[in-house]
């Protein structure tokens, strides 16, 4: 043991190689292995898929079989995440058999399988009964998650409670009716929780955190300060033109890394030139957000959206790149102009520039003092990124190679672990958790799925309309409701409209809908996890954004946006589609 101690103070890059090694184990089981067929050798199968009216599957129904008249049910067996389900019988009852599938929030449904059923499964051990569609019913417990979903947007907009305060009050609204109402009365079941935490996305929360420590660690190099006074020096104290470079470099970091991410860059950076400026950070980091949400749309991995699109449409990074720039540029610049004339108050107090002393604190501050860890920490930051574009081709997800790295740099550079820890934004964390299991029960019983409906029956087969509607429709919902589970709830909508209109097969509505939801989000402070990041970071530096505040100027650049992307994609697909 003392001979590995003195080997390893002898050769300090030991532990640089231990830790690039350990991340590479991790990252290597990440990768999907291979898995086997299960062995159906053995019993009779009854088979199926469930859908709902939208083509999508029905996950966690119950499948049962009985013998008619009976209630105990011979078998049985749950949907899968892809609507189907097998039952395994071991010996083939002569009875007549009812099949029943129950889900809370859809009709009932069961067919009786007759002689000829029978004969077949007898013949050859399988009765496939291939896809059946489910129709989703309205109860009690639906206007209820309806009515706690608003309730927690009101009280976020007023500024009743704190936003986390909000959703976790909500979050056990919806716990409450399901586990204790529904005993007075079963249909105001809204969802168990083993149900809920299917809606939790944990990637988002895993990457947020490990981006929040290895930020924390490479803001310890003292590189935040240097590029702050960097980006003064470039727009020589002219705070108009500060805004403007600040949202260009945010916008071009959020193509090529993730919004909530860029804005876990971006956001130090401002607070130190705002505060040397002597105007409120905040003029700077909001315009910010803006441009990261509307910037990451011109690539595959800029918006978590663009990614479940991609996957869902076959649509590759250089598709968003020919198909969406054009309209992010013309957006970018349509949302400038509005920054520019919203702020004008703020430019005015840093027209005469700052004062010699600040002037030289902030030169102080530019300095960097740990080259050694500046170097580590870039280089892993370096990978991290690489590992978010190489892990896409193996199915990794950007959650693992960010916790990756993450954990070598506490491993290369021992860091106080507990000040690392402290600097995740917990609040910000319990919010995204409590949040995504109140959108994920309106989810639960239905009225995403209704709205989608909605928007399928009202454009027909009209497709200059049909962008129209995808791009302000999805912009508005957006605004409210998470993107996320947004854009999945819109996605079999799209599928169907771009198989019937004609011209539609272009894939135009796929990224309509990609504008459209991520524009939207910029119009509330709950509309996109960016906002959601950058806000719990200003209010741990002492600048709460309020959803007032925020409203006010994401508003009207939701709308500016979505003008300028529905009128790109109708040049693009509608006036030069040939």
């Given at each position: ?8 103070s ?25 898995t ?13 898929r ?11 129904a ?16 749950e ?57 989703r ?10 009515l ?30 399901s ?17 809920a ?26 590189i ?24 260009l470099?945010?916008a ?32 700077l ?66 027209s ?6 600040l002037?030289?604190?902030l ?19 370096v ?24 954990t ?38 239905g ?42 709830s ?22 309509a ?17 960016a ?11 002492g600048?709460?954004?309020s ?32």
């Open positions: 043991m003392k001979f590995c101690q003195i080997q390893m002898r050769f300090p890059w030991l532990w640089g190689l231990m830790a690039a090694l350990l991340g590479t184990a991790v990252l290597l089981f990440a990768l999907p292995q291979p086997q067929a299960a062995d159906h050798d053995d019993g009779y199968l009854i088979n199926g469930l859908v709902d009216s939208q083509n999508q599957p029905v996950v966690a119950e499948v049962s079989l009985h013998i008619a008249g009976e209630e105990t049910s011979l078998a049985a067996a949907s899968q995440e892809d609507g189907t389900w097998t039952i395994v019988l071991a010996d083939l009852p002569t009875e007549v058999l009812t099949l029943v599938v129950e889900r809370p929030h859809f009709r009932g449904w069961e067919t009786t399988l007759d002689e000829a059923d029978l004969g077949l499964l007898s013949a050859t051990t399988t009765l496939r009964l291939g896809e059946q569609q489910l129709e019913r309205i109860t009690p417990g639906f206007w209820l998650a309806t706690i979903f608003l309730g927690v947007l009101l009280i976020i907009a007023l500024e009743k409670l704190h936003s986390t305060t909000a959703a976790l009050a909500g979050m056990s609204a919806v716990f409450v009716v586990f204790i109402g529904v005993a007075f009365y079963p249909d105001l079941f809204i969802m168990d929780f083993e149900r935490l299917t809606y939790m996305n944990w990637e988002v929360i895993f990457l947020v955190m490990a981006m929040m420590i290895i930020i924390a660690i490479i803001e310890g190099t003292g935040f300060q240097w590029m702050a006074f960097q980006a003064y020096r470039l727009s020589r104290g002219r705070s108009w033109l500060l805004v403007l470079i600040l949202m470099l945010t071009v970091a959020s193509a090529l890394l993730d919004n909530f991410t860029t804005m876990l860059l971006m956001t130090p950076i401002s607070l130190q030139i705002g505060l040397a400026l002597g105007i409120n950070p905040l003029a980091i909001i315009p910010e957000v803006l441009a990261s949400n509307v910037g990451g749309i011109s690539t595959l991995i800029g918006t978590p959206t663009n990614i479940l699109i991609g996957a869902y449409a076959g649509i590759g990074f250089n598709d968003f790149l020919v198909n969406q720039t054009v309209g992010v540029v013309l957006a970018l610049a349509v949302m400038a102009g509005y920054v520019l004339h919203h702020y004008r108050d703020e430019w005015k107090k840093a005469g520039g700052i004062s010699p002393t002037y030289q604190k030169q102080d501050n530019a300095r960097i003092d740990r080259p050694d860890h500046l170097w580590k920490s870039g280089l892993v930051f990978l991290t990124l690489a590992g978010f574009v190489v892990g896409e081709q193996y199915h990794v997800v950007p959650a693992v190679p960010a916790l990756v790295g993450a070598v740099l506490l491993i290369w550079l021992k860091p106080d672990v507990r000040e690392m820890i402290t600097a995740v934004d917990w609040t910000t964390l319990v919010f995204f958790m409590a949040l995504f299991i109140v959108v994920g029960a309106v989810q639960e019983v009225l995403i799925s209704f709205v989608a409906t909605g928007i399928s029956a009202l454009v027909g087969d009209n497709l200059v309309l049909a962008i129209f509607v995808i791009v302000f429709g999805g912009g508005l919902l957006s605004t409210a409701i998470a993107n996320i589970p947004l854009a999945a819109l996605l079999p909508v799209v599928e169907f409209l771009s198989g019937s209109i004609p011209g539609a097969n272009s894939k135009a509505l796929y990224y809908l990609s504008m459209g939801a991520a524009m939207g989000g910029n119009g509330f402070l709950v509309g996109a996890e906002n959601l990041v950058t806000a719990g970071i200003t209010e741990q530096a600048l709460p954004i959803f007032k505040e925020f409203f006010k100027v994401g508003l009207p650049v939701t709308f500016l946006t979505l003008i300028a992307g529905f009128i790109w994609l109708w040049l693009r697909f509608i006036v030069f589609a040939g």
